[in-house]
């Protein structure tokens, strides 16, 4: 998907959970009802951040499940954080857990770090 030209420039927020995670489900819905909603937007927001959002995606691991959210913009920082800080709180993500950023050009490398945490 990073493929697709509307992602060239992009990245996503990343959400591991443990395998047993029984969170997982309502983790998933309450992404997609936030994107569904427009739950990503503020009514103050010079340009609504739902813009930015290309998709989201689950993954059933045996090391660990992950959500994805896709972005189609991974240079403004602003922006990329702005994004997280909302995900987080749409789906009630307790502090204590790690959401990290990457870029597509880069996600294939395992070695490569997060470019940004929430």
């Known amino acids: 998907m990073w493929e697709d030209k509307a992602n060239a420039n992009g990245g996503r927020w990343l959400l591991t959970c443990g395998n047993q995670d ?12 936030g994107m569904i909603g427009d739950c990503f937007s503020h009514d103050t927001d010079p340009e609504p951040l739902s ?3 290309t998709g989201c995606v689950v993954a059933i691991r045996t090391r660990g499940h992950k959500i994805a959210l896709w972005l189609s913009e991974a240079r403004n920082e602003t922006i990329v954080r702005e994004i997280g800080r909302r995900w987080r709180s749409i789906i009630n993500l307790s502090p204590n857990v790690r959401i990290q950023f990457d870029m597509h050009n880069e996600s294939n490398s395992s070695s ?5 945490e929430e």
């Not at 489900?25 to 009802?33: M, N, R, S, V």
């Not at 490569?112 to 940004?116: F, I, S, V």
């Open 22 to 33: 029984s969170k997982l489900d309502e983790l998933w819905l309450e992404t997609l009802l």
């Open 112 to 116: 490569q770090r997060p470019m940004y």
């Open 51 to 53: 813009h930015y959002i």
